[in-house]
């Protein structure tokens, strides 16, 4: 039987706000849909901030009953780009420590644990060790409520149980009686129009669905919803967690100069630890590519696209920077500054082919796994080559738009 995790974010997109503002730490925020105080204050509450929700807002208000509600109240328009980066940090967090995520919303996404957790006291520890690494990629405020169960409709129950903050385990045993303490309309996939049907027909809880024969239900709800209703008063539910990840199709990274390179050296060096970012993250996914490509732009704007087909795939940065090299030789126009340039990887095959008979590939592979170890424990800028350390190349953090504290 499966073990899903459900996690879910506190009032996210007001967290989010808060982690990225120290001043709107603990006050009643509301973020509305719309720019503009005029707009604003037409809009609708979207999220309201906790010290908000205890202050009588909810969502969906109207802004100006909210606004009579709590005078204080502070609004500010959605920032979608920063939710969502929260959102892949979150994504990230689960990818590491599941087998399979499916997100649901911007704010919740489901994890399959089966066989990383085993039992219930496994599915403990890991739900800990996901909010914790999630309260440190996404910030302290950013906090999670995490179900646990073996379907994804009582894991998404369980994780509205207690919030914020919670931690609710139900095992196989319990989903009977949890259920029978649940309202149907609390289940997620039980509208209004459902609940409506139900008790036109007598059924108003749990045990009630219970008693109702599967051909009653068909005949009522037609064969997909009625068979459902039917299983899940029983706990059963046969849709796992779909994790629609696909393999990208290519890997690369390119990057804007804050001033326009002119000379080799300061452009060698840039290629180099572009050729090592790209590098890394195809170790990461397990890849080695097959074809390379260059995007170079000038400061005019016109730019060079080349590629070449390798004979040998590679996933070391050196070796993708010296292909790199020898199109950027053969493309480049050297009357004009460089403003921006790319890396990118393509055609993959997997890593776990055979190791290399010879001896020089099989050190090379070791240097590279003892790197990676590194960088994963101490971050992307613990380790790098002595010939990239004045590059003016750096990760950029993420979209976020000001220098907030995470
Ligand atoms: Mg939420």
Known sequence: ??????????????????????????????????????DMKRSIVATASIEAKRLGVKTPMPVMEAKRICPEL???????????????????????????????????AFADITSIAQDYFGATIIAQIIRNQIAQACGELCSVSIGVGPSKTIAKLASGETKPNGLTIVQPS????????????DVCGIGRATIKHLESIGI?????????????????FKPIT??????????????????????????GHSYTFAHDLEFDAEIKTNLLSIADTVALRLRKMKFKAGHISLLVRYNDFSSNHIGIKLTNSVNDGLSIYKY??????????INKPIRLLGISTSQFSNLEKPVSLFLK????QS????????????????????????????????????????
């Open 204 to 220: 108003s809880s749990f045990q009630t669905l219970r008693m109702a024969s599967m051909k009653k239900l068909v005949h009522e």
């Open 1 to 38: 039987m499966s073990i899903i995790l459900h996690v879910d974010f506190n009032s996210f997109f007001a967290s989010v706000e808060q982690q990225a503002n120290p001043f709107l730490r603990g006050k009643p925020i509301a973020i509305t849909g719309k720019r503009g105080i005029k």
């Open 324 to 333: 790199a090299s020898q199109l950027l030789n053969k493309v480049r126009d």
């Open 226 to 251: 009625g068979m459902w209703l039917y299983n899940i008063a029983r706990g059963i539910e046969h849709d796992g967690v779909n994790d629609s990840q696909e393999d990208p199709k290519s890997i």
């Open 174 to 185: 319990e989903v009977i009686s949890y259920l029978d303490k649940k309202p149907l309309e």
């Open 74 to 108: 502070i609004l500010l328009p959605g920032d979608m780009r920063k939710y969502s980066e929260i959102t892949d940090r979150m994504l990230r967090v689960l990818r590491e420590n599941s087998d399979k995520i499916e997100q649901f919303s911007t704010d919740e």
């Open 367 to 406: 240097a590279l796994c003892a790197q990676d170890c590194i960088l994963e424990k101490f971050g992307n800028r613990a380790l790098c080559r002595a010939a990239t350390i004045s590059s003016v190349f750096q990760e950029r953090a993420s979209g976020w738009h000001y220098d907030h504290q995470l």
């Open 361 to 364: 590939d099989q050190k090379m």
